[in-house]
């Protein structure tokens, strides 16, 4: 199993990179990087591979236009590498909007999704929940939303080995008209369609309280959804922390409290998850965080090797097969053209 | 100052609403509370009459349905109080859907406002934050958003005592042209907006973090954010109990912890804050948590008494007035009939 890494981006320079990719090949994965060959310093370790680019796009870059015109930036060439079936997957820690756009026009889409979604494993403390579209499109129609679930579904069932996942619809309320005329229209076809765990409506605070497997938005409602989720739980950490140090009887009790809060803290760890997962595409893509630490590299890594592992994509592409997604909501399939959806 | 309560809709009953009244009315606010005269047993307490009404308005109504045709409801009473001048604001526990639709028919806009929001102070660790439109609006245009950010930004100022307050518009990136058409239209049009003090575009991660003092979105957004927001903490909280009840030496720090933490258990309680506030009509109708104990409805009348003591209503009338929200957006005010924009 091979992945391809985007050798630019992370935030914590090329030593993240370079350690999250000997941790991953220690592991037996093969990693291709493209990235500049004497700052990763990689050469001769066994089970990677460096190809020398010295291109890379920036998060101040525009997305789809760069992407179409540096055919030599690190992102591009990652992609195209999938593509011509050297990698079965790619990760990339920098910018989410070029990273996306490199695979939706490197990877191409699977048959029948018009876009793909971003998804990420929410660290729920009761279980993960798989939580999409978090930033792909900010704005949707209802089959884009339909699709997202069976994507979601599939990718519940294949990697994070939940049997039948429940999904639900992110709204206002939990009667079927609550919402925006596309969330209506969503739930009506969802709830006509066999192949999927139908859970209905679900609101806001059912996400943190994992009452479903899998949580479907738009990529507006999700991106904003999720970070303030993070900083919410952030925030509330940082303030009892703060309330630990005022006085001298609650700061033993927080000494006493904090080894036990590691597997806690661990759990909310961004370096945990590895990274989001572009859904929807022939290949599957990691987007990284950028601020990823060298084991947050190295489980990007193996997040797509996972998922290239245990055939994710052959499995999504069989359920939307499988299911009435085509029947019902793929009817008269309207494609976008590549890069419509994806952010400016 | 005198406040019409719509004596029905307490989750936790009939004795939550009369030990409420009779709070709010021995710190000298009167109180006008429509409901059944025998179950709130208020008889003869000192600043409190009571006007008797059997029919009210549940979650499972119609709201604007319902409002229209039920003259005789509690909270249409109670709206229709206020608009009579014998009480200054309106609070009721019931239906938000019906106590939006009740105000917003009963009160009348405020002279070029298209649209009432649905503002909620955040407590956030830092400082309180107004966020806002939280349910109103499901869907919204750009100049419904300049609005709010008008109307958020008066509030914050009378009320909540914020000199010259930040206003900040809730999207997908701090650039100019991050999130929907609405969105961005709505920021180039605060850009240019002299009278306000227009922060630009926040994050999710922004409203927790306090960044901002009046945090401006759609109402669906504004929905989903809060209540997952809301989630996260107490989920976060309960995983932290849960770790403290597991392994005896953090139990011991738990229980040591505990007392400290009151001050921000207090902070974040719903009862403390009183409720959400139906911005942008002649009077202010307050919107309080269906499971309120006696002290949240206590502190929703306070609210209200509040926000008309200083002429929260007349200062925003003012501000929009001033500034140029008129000139610039309001222009050709395509004012939408009464009740469009209200939740079905």
New interface residues.
Partial sequence: MTIALDGFGAEQGFDVLAEGARRAAADGIGVRVFGPQRSLGLDGVDGIEVIPTSEWIGNDDDPVHSVRERKEASVVRAAADVAEGNAAAMVSLGSTGATMAAATFGLKRLKGVQRPALAVPIP???KPVLFLDV?AN??VRAQHLVQFAFLGAAFSAAVMEVHEPTVGL????EEA????PEIVEAHRILSESPGINFAGNI???????AKVDVVV?D???G??????????????????S???R??P??A??????????G??RKKFDPDTTGGAILLGLRSIAIVGHGASGSEGVANAIRLAARTSKVDAVGRTSALLREGHAERSALAGDDAAPAGEGL??
């Fill in positions: 729920s403390p009761k930033g900010v704005e992110l709204t206002v309320g008209g609550k919402g925006r609101e806001g605070g059912d996400l943190p309280a938005t990529g507006f409602t991106n904003v959804a999720l970070k303030v989720m993070e900083g919410a739980a952030k925030e509330l950490a940082g303030a009892i703060e309330v630990a005022q006085n009887i609650a033993v009790g927080g000494m006493l409290l904090k080894p036990s809060l597997g806690l952010p400016r």
